[in-house]
């Protein structure tokens, strides 16, 4: 269930941060190719807004400059003069001389004809009237501009205001600043340049990306059609798509590693830990000479969310290695103080045996969580043992110090699995203790005609002599149970009497094999 979210979770990511990276980069790609082309049309508007002010402002000084010349019009001096100014500035094609609607003379020569006058569009800031649209007088041609100033007037070709060079697919076109149009390299910007008095520079419109830029008299449009763009789009797609593709593996090289984690053993066992799901069951231990039981040993088990109970041999070896050990003592203890606590305080015969790992002792700290755990019930510290293993002590001298502590307590003090690993008798001296508990290897050596192998004759002698009580683990037959009391062991547990159980089977086979009337008093001063 809850591998079952780390997955569902990290392959969520995993396409979220795949689609998230590509779609980024495709979001940059087209902001680029949008950016980096507004950025070309917004050059080349100020470029064609900036040749239209020069090209008036050139014919604009020829006209004064004519105004001003000390010479009467149209004579031939006059005529010379309108002349070489239509050769000499670029923008100029033809000069006339205009009084009272005659046509008096242009820089071709004198002409004396009546011409109605050109409407004027718009004047200057200096007084030069603008006529945009306008027929030549002289020979019929392409439609001109004309600038007019006192009686002189000069034509220039709107073509001039487009005399920027451009890409094949720019479209660029210039209005008057009063709305009329002076030249478009395209049809269809019209619509554009009005947009420049609703206050836009720069947008999509109409199928185009456009910028517009006013300067003085003129607005200038440089566009592109959308589909234009299509191809810068690519190119800035080729560019970023492997950062895109690049950032999406090292994301899901990360969410792939982060799963890993949280699905570790080790994450696993820590999750089990926060979310409190070890169980206590309780295997009976019997008084072998009266097959009365007189207590139990708590044997955690890891109980999953889907029901499943997992082997504490299966766990503890990883809880002991990275500490969790610690946590998962303190859950025990407080579990067997709620599941037995009541019955432990209402019955002082019966007794339960904790396992304690090396940790747990060289901490000491299980001692101030069992105390806190027994509160106020009246369960007596002789009602609670703990077993402890000397493999993995590594300050024997604090092990003696915590379990002293523990025994002044009125705990009584069990060593477990001994003879199993590296043991050493030495231990078994120096250790305060109270019980010797017999591993079941020991007693699945006792053969059939009830003799036990030579090891274990000599550990159960041995704890004899030192005076420790005993408890055989892992009693299975009948005749195991003839041959430990004949070597005075008198307690036992094991599958013969019970295997380990729920808090109220236990509770239920405790009261069906009731221990006799007096308390189990163990000797505490070893
Ligand atoms: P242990 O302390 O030597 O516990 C005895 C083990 O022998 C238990 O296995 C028990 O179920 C099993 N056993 C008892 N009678 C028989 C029998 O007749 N036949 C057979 N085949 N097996 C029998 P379990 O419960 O799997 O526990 C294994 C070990 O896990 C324990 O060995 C103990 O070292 C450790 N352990 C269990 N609970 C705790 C705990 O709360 N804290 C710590 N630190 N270790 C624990
Ligand atoms: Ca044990
Ligand atoms: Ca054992």
């Not at 309780?282 to 109980?303: K, T």
């Not at 209402?346 to 700290?365: C, E, K, M, Q, Y």
């Not at 005993?470 to 019970?498: C, N, P, T």
Request: charge should be negative.
């Amino acid at each position: 269930m809850h591998r079952a979210r780390i997955i569902g979770v990290s392959v969520f990511l995993a396409i979220l941060s795949v689609v998230v990276s590509l779609g980024l980069a495709c979001y940059l790609a087209w902001m680029l190719a949008i950016n980096s082309t507004h950025q070309r049309l917004e050059a080349l508007a100020q470029i064609a807004s900036h040749q239209a002010d020069v090209t008036l402002r050139e014919a604009s000084t020829a006209l004064k400059t004519l105004a001003a010349l000390p010479l009467a019009p149209c004579t031939a001096e006059g005529i010379d003069q309108m002349r070489l100014i239509a050769l000499n500035v670029h923008s100029v094609k033809s000069v006339g001389y205009v009084e009272e609607e005659v046509f008096v003379c242009s820089s071709w020569g004198t002409v004396g004809k009546h011409v109605a006058p050109w409407p004027e569009d718009f004047t200057t800031a200096d007084g030069v009237r603008v006529s945009v649209n306008v027929e030549p007088r002289i020979a019929p041609s392409k439609p001109m501009m004309a600038l007019q100033y006192a009686a002189f007037n000069v034509l220039v070709d709107p073509k001039q205001f487009l005399e920027v060079a451009l890409d094949d697919n720019v479209k660029l076109a210039i209005a008057a600043s009063s709305g009329h149009l002076v030249g478009a390299s395209s049809a269809g910007l019209d619509k554009i340049l009005a947009l420049f008095h609703g206050g836009s520079h720069a947008g999509l419109a109409d199928g185009y990306l456009y910028a517009l830029v006013g300067r003085g008299d003129w607005i200038a449009v440089a566009a592109v059609s959308r589909d234009e763009i299509w191809s810068d789009l690519r190119r800035a797609e080729w560019l970023l798509l492997p950062f895109g593709a690049i950032t999406a593996m090292l994301l899901l090289i990360m969410i792939w590693r982060g799963a890993k984690r949280q699905l570790s053993p080790l994450a696993e066992l820590k999750r089990a830990v926060q979310q409190h799901e070890f169980v206590a069951h309780y295997q009976p231990i019997m008084d072998l000479y009266n097959e009365h039981c007189v207590g139990a040993e708590v044997l955690v088990r890891w109980q999953q969310p889907d029901g499943n109970l997992v082997s504490p041999l299966q766990f503890i070896p990883l809880a002991e290695h990275s500490g969790l050990i610690l946590p998962i003592t303190d859950q025990v203890i407080d579990e067997v103080m709620r599941d037995l606590g009541p019955a432990l305080a209402a019955d002082p015969r019966l007794h339960v045996s904790i396992n304690l790992s090396a940790a747990d002792v060289d901490s000491g700290r299980f001692m101030p969580v069992l105390h806190a755990a027994m509160g106020k019930s009246r369960v007596r510290p002789a009602q609670v043992w703990l077993e402890v293993t000397e493999g993995g002590l590594v300050d024997i001298e604090r092990a003696r110090h915590v379990l002293e502590n523990a025994r002044a307590s009125g705990h009584c003090v069990a060593i477990d699995d001994f003879g199993t690993g590296y043991s050493s008798l030495k231990h078994l001296q120096e250790l305060p203790l109270d019980v010797l508990k017999l591993d079941k290897a020991f007693i699945d050596r006792i053969n059939s005609d009830g003799q036990p192998c030579p090891v274990t004759e000599q550990i159960m002698q041995m704890a004899n002599r030192l005076g420790l009580e005993m408890v055989a683990e892992g009693v299975e037959q009948a005749h195991q149970i003839d041959s430990l009391k004949a070597h005075h062991v008198r307690f036992a547990q094991g599958w013969y009497f019970a295997k380990a159980m729920r808090a109220s089977e236990f509770l239920r086979f405790y009261r069906e094999h009731l221990p006799s009337p007096e308390p189990l008093a163990l000797a505490t001063s070893a």
